[in-house]
């Protein structure tokens, strides 16, 4: 082992946990040469050398469950490259239900895999019992039997990819504590230890549960927190062979594996331990926590309802090891908003072992790149706040998200810890108008509103939820009369400066050299010609462009257009998210409504659609957007925080004569939905390009800018593209879809539904997904020809395809 520290790296990476050596192994993979990991204590010896060693290669989004794909087959070659063991096993996963609604999850789940190009089998109770013969059944529904599956040694896969990198030249420092960090101008240039300082171009921070402590030696954030994750190991039970899947029982919180001829069993208990509420100690290594038997017990007693052999069983060992967890229990990569050439590849919540081998190659890629070579979005690192980090915030929601590992992912299911933190200025208001509230970014976001008599509680289901009937009279107000929507939670941005619209044309794929007063919504694409973002951009005046995305979208977005402004360019960004409330007023009555409490002039002639002015509701002066997104007639408003209320009371007032409803969230997505409105992040992703999202018309190639993403889409257009975004109607009107149902074409799956919900005004539910032709261009022809159906939950559903919006077709409602 080398024992004097260089003074220079082309990369640093800090920890020497089975992520670390993962970065490491890709990044020398990829040719890159000069790079050094540094180890506190000894590789694995934080989290990874207790970690169970469970590989179930599912997961909610296709680009996680085509990492931890990956993950299985590197486990599976590196003995032959490095020598090194591994103890791969490619055993198996039964799941099993012991009620309706966990099978009904399951066969969403089986349909999922089936999308994502993974093998998955609904079987009965009694086929589990054969799979797993020790298994009591009388008590379940059935299973999912996942047979690519698999089972790893933790420390043996973590030596074979140090091995590897050792192989390509990587050097590797146990015993060395980094102090701290030189930046310059933004960027990280070097990393202080107490063997000496690295000068280097990139530092990854692989730290494990001290990567909270690595992060703010330089200000970034990292948002995890420890909690206790506990397993038992028995001696040999009889029965118990080598073969033996990996069994989850999920609706006891409980998992098994085979471990030399006995048992390891662990769990997510629903309420989980914190840990290191004052930091984690630094030679916690190959250290564990006490027995924590009162802790256990809830997984203990499931554990002998579903494996009765335990309860004579030996129990050789306690394992009380903690982990990592994040605030939405996914893990964490990509490039600090902070600081640049700072990345981080943390927070695994008891996934590293599984993830680990994609998660590295995807953050090697990422680093390599200067951008992320796939979607990322949900475990990219800008998907947080600085709030994020806040240890009591952190504290209390890891408690519930660690607890929810296992529960029951209901369709819409809200968090409720740590809340209400971020609020509109409207919030008492709605409040007070009975609004059952959602939480997005931290903002209280009204999902629906309850009348009198029903309590505003959502009641879950994979059916009609309680709310479906005040959701859709909240829908059908938009439509037939006039609907009031706080969207204050909108991420809005000020682009100031004489180089602004140089650095929103070379951003942007459409064209925003327009005049003052003209809004349009665009793109931000990346190389490959996919999503960054959508947007809204509003154009103030000559030199100033107000921009409004998503409300997860914030600091992402900040990140994409700060480090795109060209060096010596005078352009400045600020985040103006919390200085104005958003009040939408959408419907055919938007027009007189407004008219009644203001005196401006509201015809398409002089406020076309796609247009702002300042206009006064009493005595307050705003600024009103001609805009929609539920595909009516309407105007955002966007006012001062501290006039939101005073307008709120006149519009309220006034619109008692149209007949007006406050509409939360739930609305606003059946009517988007219904209309073909897309969503960042679901219909539009960084893998999905404006062709392939039907959304050509928002692109203009010959703008006389070099916007990036071009090229790859004039590559695109020359080609063709094989998939293509399609709206699809259920032609049953009963069934609902909440999304990543499995889309078939004549019987074959091409796809996996991307949003859905019940369209009210169509009277059947709406979805949409991308189709993909396996064999040549997904265009009209393709689309037109097939006969579709959706999944749901194991049931096919025929369905229609709309390359045009199924409601509105032409656009004419939006422009009356």
């Not at 009107?733 to 019940?758: H, N, T």
């Not at 006969?787 to 045009?804: M, N, P, Q, V, W």
């Amino acid at each position: 082992m080398e024992k004097t520290l260089p003074t220079h790296a082309r990369a640093v990476i800090i920890g020497g946990g089975i992520v670390g050596c993962s970065v490491a192994y890709h990044l020398a993979k990829l040719g890159w040469r000069d790079i050094v990991l540094v180890e506190q204590g000894q590789l694995s010896c934080g989290t990874t050398w207790h970690a169970a060693g469970l590989v179930g290669q599912l997961r909610a989004h296709s680009n996680l469950t085509s990492l931890i794909r990956y993950s299985c087959d590197l486990y599976e070659n590196l003995e032959a490259e490095t020598g090194q063991a591994t103890g791969w096993k490619r055993c198996g996963s039964v799941s099993v239900a012991r009620t309706a609604e966990r099978m009904t999850l399951l066969r969403r789940t089986a349909a999922s895999a089936r999308a994502q190009g993974v093998d998955a089998e609904v079987i009965s109770a009694e086929e589990a019992g054969r799979l797993w013969p020790m298994m009591r059944t009388d008590d379940l529904v059935g299973g999912v039997w996942i047979p690519g599956d698999g089972k790893v040694n933790p420390s043996d896969v973590t030596q074979a990819l140090a091995k590897g990198a050792r192989a390509n030249g990587v050097r590797i420092f146990e015993g060395v504590s980094v102090t701290g960090f030189d930046i310059a101008d933004g960027a990280v240039t070097g990393v202080t230890t107490d063997g000496g300082t690295i000068n280097c171009d990139v530092v990854v921070n692989c730290a494990g549960q001290w990567a909270r402590q690595v992060g703010r030696l330089c200000g970034v954030s990292v948002p995890l927190y420890s909690a206790e994750h506990l397993y038992i190991v028995t001696n040999e039970i009889d029965g118990v062979s080598p073969d033996l899947p990996v069994l989850r029982d999920p609706d006891g919180y409980i998992y098994f594996k085979e471990d030399v001829g006995g048992l390891v069993m662990g769990g997510f208990e629903p309420e989980a331990k914190p840990w290191g509420m004052e930091g984690i100690p630094d030679k916690f290594e190959f250290s564990l926590l006490e027995d924590d038997w009162d802790q256990f017990e809830i997984l203990m007693t499931n554990a002998l309802i579903r494996v009765p052999a335990l309860e004579t069983a030996e129990v050789r060992q306690m394992v009380n090891g903690p982990e990592s967890f994040t605030p939405d229990a996914n893990f964490i990569l990509g490039e600090a908003p902070e600081v640049r050439n700072f990345f981080v590849g943390a927070g695994m919540n008891s996934m590293g072992i599984a993830s680990a081998g994609g998660a590295g190659k995807a953050l090697a890629e990422w680093i390599a790149a200067g951008e992320p070579t796939m979607d990322l979005w949900p475990v990219d690192i800008r998907r947080f706040a600085p709030f994020h980090a806040d240890e009591t915030w952190l504290a209390d929601r890891v408690v519930e998200a660690l607890g929810k590992h296992y529960a029951m992912n209901w369709p819409n299911l809200e968090m409720e810890s740590a809340r209400p933190l971020r609020q509109s200025p409207l919030y008492e208001n709605l409040k007070e108008a009975r609004a059952c509230f959602g939480s997005k970014m931290g903002w209280e976001r009204p999902n629906w509103f309850a009348p009198e008599g029903v309590e505003p509680q959502t009641d879950y289901s994979f059916g009609r939820q309680n709310w479906f009937p005040y959701a859709a009279e909240e829908h059908r107000s938009a439509r037939e009369a006039v609907a009031l929507f706080d969207q204050t939670s909108f991420s809005k941005f000020l682009l100031e400066g004489r180089d602004a619209e140089t650095v929103m044309q070379r951003l942007c794929a459409n064209d925003v050299a327009v005049e003052a007063g003209r809004l349009i919504y665009t793109g931000m694409l990346n190389d490959r010609g996919g999503y960054e973002s959508d947007l809204t951009i509003t154009r103030l005046s000559e030199d100033t462009y107000f921009i409004v995305s998503g409300t997860a979208q914030s600091t992402r977005d900040a990140h994409w257009i700060r480090r795109n402004i060209g060096l010596g360019l005078d352009a400045n960004l600020t985040d103006v998210t919390a200085t104005y409330a958003v009040i939408g007023i959408m419907g055919p009555r938007a027009r007189d409504l407004l008219g009644g409490v203001s005196g401006a002039d509201l015809s398409n002639d002089a406020f076309p659609f796609g247009t702002c002015r300042e206009i006064d509701i009493g005595e307050v002066t705003l600024r009103a957007h001609r805009i929609t997104y539920v595909g009516e007639l309407g105007w955002e408003l966007y006012i001062s925080v501290e006039d939101a209320v005073s307008v709120y009371h006149a519009l309220v007032e006034a619109g008692a004569a149209f007949d007006i409803h406050t509409a939360g969230y739930y609305a606003i997505d059946s009517l988007r939905l219904e209309k073909g409105y897309r969503a960042w992040g679901a219909d539009l992703t960084p893998d999905y390009t404006p062709y392939e999202a039907g959304l050509g018309f928002a692109v203009k190639l010959d703008k006389g800018t070099d916007f990036i993403g071009r090229d790859a889409l004039l590559r695109q257009k020359e080609t063709g593209a094989t998939r293509r975004l399609v709206q699809f109607t259920l032609d049953d009107p009963d069934p609902i879809a909440w999304g990543k149902e499995l889309i078939l074409r004549d019987g074959e799956p091409v796809g996996e539904v991307s949003s859905a919900a019940y369209g009210h005004t169509l009277g059947r539910a709406v979805a949409m997904g991308y189709v993909s032709n396996s064999n040549g261009i997904a265009d009209r022809d393709y689309i037109d020809s097939g006969r579709y159906e959706i999944d749901i939950a194991g049931k096919r559903f025929a369905a229609t395809s709309h390359l045009r919006p199924a409601f509105d077709p032409k656009g004419e409602r939006f422009r009356a």
